[in-house]
Nanobody, 124 residues
Framework: QVQLVESGGGLVQAGGSLRLSCAAS????????MGWFRQAPGKEREFVAS????????YYADSVKGRFTISRDNAKNTVYLQMNSLKPEDTAAYYC?????????????????WGQGTQVTVSS
């Protein structure tokens, strides 16, 4: 069992930055690929970024490539999402997810555990 708790969301102006954190419980964090997803009101949940268990492989949605960076610290059981050059269309609830022994798939059904989400609002 893994519990995930996101933090770091908030209100920011367009062009600004935020860093989201996702803290995981349990001693097997390093066995999980981790992903970030987001869901805006009235829209489906969409993939944002993912990282393999070792951190050696990362994947990004085209819409965030070059602006967002995913990273992890297995010693701290934490995954991060650094978001730069934020746009109003990045406004959404952001969720982290864990995929046991995964590689970092973009497919949300593959993820076993989900956090409660943290809201990111970007004003124009």
């Amino acid at each position: 069992q893994v519990q995930l708790v996101e933090s770091g969301g908030g209100l920011v102006q367009a062009g600004g930055s935020l860093r989201l954190s996702c803290a995981a419980s349990g001693r097997t964090f390093s066995r999980y690929a981790m992903g970030w997803f987001r869901q805006a009101p009235g829209k489906e949940r969409e993939f944002v970024a993912s990282i393999s268990w070792s951190g050696g492989n990362t994947y990004y949605a085209d819409s965030v490539k070059g602006r967002f960076t995913i990273s992890r610290d297995n010693a701290k059981n934490t995954v991060y999402l650094q978001m730069n050059s934020l746009k109003p269309e990045d406004t959404a609830a952001y969720y982290c997810a864990a995929d046991y022994q995964g590689w970092g798939t973009k497919a949300s059904p593959q993820y076993d555990y989900w956090g409660q989400g943290t809201q990111v609002t970007v004003s124009s």
